[in-house]
Nanobody, 113 residues
Framework: QVHLVESGGGSVQAGGSLRLSCAASGSTVDHFAMAWYRQAPGKQRELVASITWTGGTTYADPVKGRFTISRDNAKNSMYLQMKSLKPEDTAVYYC???????WGQGTQVTVSS
């Protein structure tokens, strides 16, 4: 059983930055692909970015060039550096292990104009 805990969310003005963290416990996750998802009010949960266990990354078009996903296998953690934030980035951000039903509780990101 893997337990995921996100942190780092908050409220920022447009153009600002935030760094989200996802800490895993209960098992090592270094051989799993992981991802960040987000869900805005009234919308479906969507993939933001993913990272393989070797560090290969993919990004959703709306965040390309602004967000950077990374992981530190030694710390059993994953991160999402978010820059040039826009109001449309406002959502609850979730950490997920791809292919398994492991999700964090989410962390709120609010971007004001």
């Amino acid at each position: 059983q893997v337990h995921l805990v996100e942190s780092g969310g908050g409220s920022v003005q447009a153009g600002g930055s935030l760094r989200l963290s996802c800490a895993a416990s209960g098992s090592t996750v270094d051989h799993f692909a992981m991802a960040w998802y987000r869900q805005a009010p009234g919308k479906q949960r969507e993939l933001v970015a993913s990272i393989t266990w070797t560090g290969g990354t993919t990004y959703a078009d709306p965040v390309k060039g602004r967000f950077t996903i990374s992981r530190d296998n030694a710390k059993n953690s994953m991160y999402l550096q978010m820059k040039s934030l826009k109001p449309e980035d406002t959502a609850v951000y979730y950490c997920h292990i791809l292919g398994f039903n492991y999700w964090g509780q989410g962390t709120q990101v609010t971007v004001s104009s």
